[in-house]
């Protein structure tokens, strides 16, 4: 069964970072491109950023550019989304998704999807 679990999510204060990782089991990640989204409470998902499946090619949102990085290590087929400088705003529950295709910022492209982990950032 294929699955993607998210990690690394928590309580930060305004300002500070973390670092998001996305490990795949069943799924051999290399093959798929991976974009990370977002949701707050009583919002729609939001795209943050994507990755293609050799990691040359990223694209992130416009807020978020400059702060978040994303990046993949296929050997451990793990995805990473490095945050810094975070805002209140960024605080969502961020979730891992995968495709069998190019980048994408549609989450209906996407084909498998993790539950997600809390990102609260504090003021």
């Known amino acids: 069964q294929v699955q993607l679990v998210e990690s690394g999510g928590g309580l930060v204060q305004a300002g500070g970072s973390l670092r998001l990782s996305c490990a795949a089991s069943?799924?051999?990640?290399?093959?798929?491109?991976v974009g990370w989204f977002r949701q707050a409470p009583g919002q729609e998902r939001e795209f943050v950023a994507t990755?293609?499946?050799?990691?040359?090619?990223?694209y992130v949102l416009d807020s978020v550019k400059g702060r978040f990085t994303i990046s993949r290590n296929n050997a451990k087929n793990t995805v990473f989304l490095q945050m810094n400088s975070l805002k209140p705003e960024d605080t969502a529950v961020y979730y891992c998704?995968?495709?069998?295709?190019?980048?994408?910022?549609?989450?209906?492209?996407?084909?498998?999807w993790g539950r997600g982990t809390q990102v609260t950032v504090s003021s």
């Open positions: 069943a799924l051999t990640l290399r093959n798929y491109a």
């Open positions: 990755i293609s499946w050799s990691g040359g090619a990223t």
């Open positions: 998704t995968a495709r069998d295709g190019p980048m994408s910022r549609r989450p209906t492209d996407y084909n498998y």
